[in-house]
């Protein structure tokens, strides 16, 4: 049934009502025999009954008339669907190809390198810098989704011009519907972070009045301010909002962008205020961004350009259209011009709209409908996050593995193909990476809410995903396979009729962000009282979550427990009944020690703690991830890691002087399968003058971070040729008898932050540091008073300058007077 599903699911779109049915019913028909299969296994792991197996018997017998009926109607309509149960041959087995290393460059084209967007930008930018100087100035940014408002607006608030005239900014991102309490915490953390201010921890407790009277108090005080609102959709949202900005004298700027003109109308309603209505691409831009987004800018070959040019014009000059189409043509044979001429001829159907949203979302159905099955079921379970959510990519990757959307493949574990399959959908602009850790693997990515229109659409379709805010929700089916609890508000409007449903089939139960206390506990008890098939329970960051509920430890299927960041204080013994568990996240919690217990988990391969937890016991041998372990017990501890053989990720703390070796010695044992030691950090370790903490560091191949902090008491330290070839950040703070840095030529070529902090004996800039040309952020503070002195006066005939003109960012804090910091910024392509 599923493969003939893989099949059937890229002729849905087309199909006629009937067949549309009749593969809803093979779905459902799927579904429920996995149920089933599961129910059996569960059952008869325990005890097995003359009940339990007429009973099971029963429900196999109902599947296999079910199961005849759909092969009946199958040969009924198998000449008018078209398509057969075989899929060696079948589309989605076709795509199902390895990655294509070759065309990495020209399937990871950068979204925020838009052409055509120089123009707008410098017209935003003279309207934030120009008019009355005293006055309050709103500029609004109005067009559809996947115009690039975000892209251009993000491009002005970074403008160097902008920076400098505006020293407070902040940019604040609006969901859909708006959470106006979060709107005002992440505003107020954001200002106070930008002026280096700590985050008043009152700021959890205020009301919306309250939090919108601190940032009127602290925008009043702080100067002039540039604040951008993106994606803003109803009139009275900017009008909390507006409250909460005061004109103070200064000149302040507000940029807002939305999708719709009243917005824009109402918040520009004074007389230098502006409203920007944002343009498609020209057709000469279109057409840069296609060719760079499919053959890296060095164009388009002859035979393919006048088909390319026809697939363009469809698109209208929507960036996101022409990226997400240019997306999956990448992967498609450049010497056939018939492939791309059967994509020009569907686009011609699929373009036949009574609009441009709708023609827009039916170009990403496209892009949807062109991927392998096993891609299309991982897309779809992005719909599990809220609009604009960041969402983090190890954690989605370990949720596809739990539910078993990942497949195996010889020589990688499930979490290796779930990130080739990220990349994948990232190369095809389905998603989009907002940070990324080294080598570029995604850390962070996001769903352009367009995109997220689609997913959202066929994910309710295939009832794959129900969502509740704990209010009264409509499901599609009485069948909830997987429920999905976003943040709601703190009213006790809530009685959600969650009785008139059925969770006996639920599969997973996941929490997005904190609910509601009573919400809370009223829907897991639900679940939990009726849910045997449950294999993901996500309550991460269920803050009033104190204690496991018993009945958690009845789930024989659970695969994924995430219980970080929530009050649970101790794991019971009972956890020795999950056999089958595969994650287990106890991060941020309080949970001081684990039962030996947990050793019977002998499927268990990530297991995330960050207490004075001993967890490097020698039998549990499937942990691939352990994060992070406590080493102050002793060598013994540090020996046994040596033992864990599949560890692919390690996090140690609070290692002794006296183990260091013992360590060594076992790291060596997993050099096999362990992927990184990216991360060094050293918190007063103080080393002498004669332990030169970069030499053993020196060829680390994968060290992206070193942490520094009164760890070193020596007076120079010395980047050599050739070292730290992927360190991008390094922070030295508190090196109180640091008096010199060198870079050698060959050196941190990477290198992108610097932090130079609380050195008070360093007399000069590190010497050579003009050969680490991808320096992109320098922060110099509380230097020796003859450098900071030097930096104060900086300008470009001075050798300093020399040495650090190609930096874009540069950020230095001069210490004035005992009333505190003086900040002082240098921005710029040459400062």
């Known amino acids: 049934m599923r493969a003939f599903l893989g099949v059937a699911e890229t002729k849905e779109e087309d199909a006629d009502l009937r067949l549309q049915e009749w593969i809803k019913q093979v779905r459902e028909a799927a579904y429920d025999t996995e149920d089933v299969l599961d129910e059996f ?18 429900q196999i017998q109902g599947i296999k008339a079910r199961v005849k009926n759909i092969s009946e109607g199958h040969q009924r309509y198998q000449l008018e669907f078209g398509v057969t149960t075989q899929v060696s041959g079948s589309p989605a087995a076709a795509n199902n190809t ?9 399937l990871l084209v950068e979204e925020a390198e838009l052409v055509g967007i120089d123009k707008p930008k410098q ?55 708006c959470n106006f309490l979060e709107l005002l915490k992440d505003l107020t953390r954001q200002l106070h972070n930008d002026l280096k201010k700590p985050v008043p921890e009152s700021i959890e407790a205020m009301t919306a009045f309250q939090l919108k009277l601190c940032v009127k108090n602290f925008l009043q005080q702080a100067g002039r301010y540039a604040i951008v609102f993106d994606d803003v959709w109803d009139v009275e949202v900017w009008n909390e909002i507006r409250f909460a900005l005061p004109e103070n004298g200064y000149g302040n700027r507000v940029m807002l962008t939305t999708r719709k003109v009243d917005v824009a109308s109402a918040s520009c309603n004074k007389s230098q205020d502006y409203v920007f209505k944002m343009a498609p691409l020209s057709f000469e831009d279109s057409w840069t961004l296609f060719c760079n987004k499919i053959f ?31 997306g999956f043509l990448a992967l498609k044979d450049f ?54 959510y960041e969402i983090d990519c190890h954690k989605l990757v370990l949720l596809w593995s739990a539910e078993r959307f990942v497949g195996k493949r010889e020589g990688m574990t499930m979490m290796d193909v779930g990130f080739n ?70 009213n006790t409007e809530q009685h959600q009729e969650s009785q008139c449903y059925s969770f006996n089939h639920l599969r997973s139960f996941i929490t997005i962000e904190s609910m509601n206390p009573l919400i809370s506990r009223t829907l897991l008890s639900e679940v939990l009282k009726s849910s045997r098939l449950l294999k993901v329970l996500d309550l991460s960051d269920e803050e009033t979550l104190e204690k496991i509920p018993n009945e958690v430890f009845n789930l024989y299927h659970l695969r994924h427990l995430n219980l970080c960041r929530t009050g649970v204080k101790a794991v019971p013994n009972f956890i020795g009944k999950l056999r089958n568990l595969e994650y287990l996240g106890l991060r941020e919690t309080q949970v001081k020690e684990l039962p030996v217990e947990i050793l019977k988990l002998q499927k268990l391969e990530h297991l995330m703690v960050l207490k004075k937890v001993d967890v490097s016991d020698e039998r549990l041998q499937a942990l691939q991830s352990l994060s992070t372990i406590d080493a102050s017990s002793g060598s013994v501890g540090v020996k046994e890691i040596g033992a864990l053989t599949q560890l692919r990720r390690l996090g140690i703390s609070n290692l002794r002087r006296e183990d260091g070796k013992v360590l060594c010695s076992s790291l060596a044992t997993l050099t096999t399968n362990l992927q ?41 330290l010395c980047f050599k040729a050739g070292g730290f070839l992927k360190l ?71 050798e300093d300058y020399r040495k650090i003109a190609h930096v874009s960012e540069v950020v230095i804090e001069l210490w004035t007077d005992e009333e505190g910091w003086r900040l002082h910024r240098l921005w710029g392509k040459k400062m």
């Open 728 to 798: 991008k950040d390094l922070y030295l703070k508190k090196l109180e008898k640091l008096k010199w840095l060198k870079v050698e030529e060959g050196a941190l070529p990477s290198l992108h932050e610097l932090s130079l902090d609380r050195l008070p004996l360093l007399e000069e800039l590190p010497l050579g540091i003009q050969h680490s040309r991808n320096l992109r952020k320098l922060y110099l503070s509380e230097l020796s008073s003859q450098l900071m002195e030097k930096l104060e006066n900086l300008n470009e005939q001075t």
């Open 98 to 106: 390895t990655w294509h290393h070759s065309r990495d460059d020209a």
């Open 676 to 716: 990184s030691l990216a991360r060094i950090d050293l918190y007063w370790s103080g080393l002498r003058d004669e332990e030169d903490p970069l030499e053993p560091l020196h060829h680390l191949p994968n060290l992206v971070t070193i942490i520094f902090c009164g760890s070193y008491q020596g007076e120079g």
């Open 41 to 58: 296994v569960a059952r008869f792991a325990r005890h097995s009954t003359l009940r339990t197996r007429h009973k099971l018997a029963v």
């Open 296 to 326: 890296k800018g060095n164009g388009c070959p002859a035979h393919l350009t006048d088909v390319a040019k026809g697939i363009l014009g469809k698109c209208q000059g929507l960036p996101l259209a022409i990226l997400a189409i240019g």
């Open 335 to 388: 010497l056939i011009a018939e492939e791309w001429e059967m994509v020009r001829r569907s686009l011609v159907g699929e373009l036949e709209g009574s609009g441009m949203l709708d023609r827009v979302r039916k170009i990403l159905s496209l892009s949807y409908n062109d991927l392998p099955c096993h891609l299309k079921t991982c897309l779809l379970y992005l719909s599990i996050y809220p609009d604009d």
């Open 421 to 490: 399959y990220l990349r994948e959908l990232i190369s095809r602009s389905l998603i989009q990476v907002t940070q990324s850790f080294y080598e570029g693997i995604p850390y962070f990515c996001r769903i352009h809410d367009l995109v997220r229109e689609v997913v959202l659409s066929k994910a309710r379709e295939q009832n794959m995903i129900a969502i509740t805010t704990g209010q009264y929700t409509k499901w599609l089916s009485e069948k909830v396979r997987r429920l999905v609890v976003h943040s709601c508000s703190n």
């Open 123 to 177: 017209q935003l930018v003279s309207q934030l810098l120009e008019g009355d100087e005293s006055q309050l100035k709103v500029v609004s940014v109005v067009g559809m989704g996947g115009l690039g408002k975000t892209t251009l607006v993000k491009k002005v608030h970074e403008d160097f011009d902008v920076r400098r005239h505006f020293p407070v900014r902040a940019f604040v991102t609006v969901s859909q519907p």
